[in-house]
C-alpha cells in the first residue's frame, strides 16, 4: 500500500493511504471538512448526567454501563471531566442537521475514575440559536474495539 505525509485542517502531520483517482482525493476532501473538534467550551448540561445518565432507567439505562468506570451521582463533575477530555482528544464527526442545529458524534474511549476505559459514542449539538455546542447523549459502544 503506498501512504502519503498529508497534513489536516489544525496544521498537524499525519501519514494516509494515497489518494490516486479524484473520487478518492474528492472523498477525502470532505470527511476532513466534515469533522472538527468540539471546543472545551461546550455546555455539559449537570441535569443530563445528574438526573438521566447516572440514573437507573427502565430502558436503555446507561448508569449500569457508566458504574463500571467508577460514575457515579457522587461523582458527576469527573463524568464531565472525562467527557471534555475525550471531545479534546477525538474528532467531531457531522451527522445530520435539523431546526434545532448540526449534530456531531465523537467516538473514543471515556477514561473512568477507576482507571477503566469505556467505549462510547457522545452525541453534541451546535444549537442554530447561538452556535455553541451541547452535550446531548451517550451511548455505549460494545461491539467494536476502539
Given at each position: 500500500?503506498?501512504?502519503a505525509?498529508?497534513?489536516?485542517?489544525?496544521?498537524?502531520?499525519?501519514?494516509?493511504?494515497?489518494?490516486?483517482?479524484?473520487?478518492?482525493?474528492?472523498?477525502?476532501?470532505?470527511?476532513?471538512?466534515?469533522?472538527m473538534?468540539?471546543?472545551?467550551?461546550?455546555?455539559?448540561?449537570?441535569?443530563?448526567?445528574?438526573?438521566?445518565?447516572?440514573?437507573?432507567?427502565?430502558?436503555?439505562?446507561?448508569?449500569?454501563f457508566?458504574?463500571?468506570?467508577?460514575?457515579?451521582?457522587?461523582?458527576?463533575?469527573?463524568?464531565?471531566?472525562?467527557?471534555?477530555?475525550?471531545?479534546?482528544?477525538?474528532?467531531?464527526?457531522?451527522?445530520?442537521?435539523?431546526?434545532?442545529?448540526?449534530?456531531?458524534?465523537?467516538?473514543?474511549?471515556?477514561?473512568?475514575?477507576?482507571?477503566?476505559?469505556?467505549?462510547?459514542?457522545?452525541?453534541?449539538?451546535?444549537?442554530?440559536?447561538?452556535?455553541?455546542?451541547?452535550?446531548?447523549?451517550?451511548?455505549?459502544?460494545?461491539?467494536?474495539?476502539?
Amino acid at each position: 500500500m503506498e501512504v502519503a505525509l498529508a497534513e489536516n485542517p489544525e496544521g498537524e502531520m499525519f501519514y494516509t493511504k494515497n489518494l490516486s483517482t479524484p473520487k478518492e482525493r474528492l472523498m477525502r476532501r470532505v470527511s476532513l471538512w466534515m469533522m472538527m473538534k468540539v471546543p472545551d467550551n461546550a455546555i455539559i448540561p449537570d441535569a443530563k448526567m445528574s438526573s438521566y445518565l447516572l440514573v437507573l432507567q427502565p430502558r436503555n439505562d446507561k448508569s449500569k454501563f457508566l458504574a463500571q468506570a467508577g460514575f457515579t451521582q457522587n461523582n458527576v463533575d469527573a463524568l464531565a471531566d472525562a467527557l471534555r477530555q475525550l471531545v479534546a482528544t477525538n474528532e467531531a464527526i457531522e451527522n445530520r442537521t435539523d431546526e434545532y442545529g448540526t449534530y456531531y458524534q465523537v467516538i473514543g474511549r471515556l477514561s473512568g475514575v477507576n482507571g477503566i476505559n469505556l467505549s462510547v459514542v457522545t452525541v453534541w449539538l451546535r444549537r442554530n440559536t447561538d452556535q455553541n455546542f451541547q452535550f446531548i447523549t451517550l451511548i455505549p459502544v460494545k461491539e467494536i474495539n476502539l
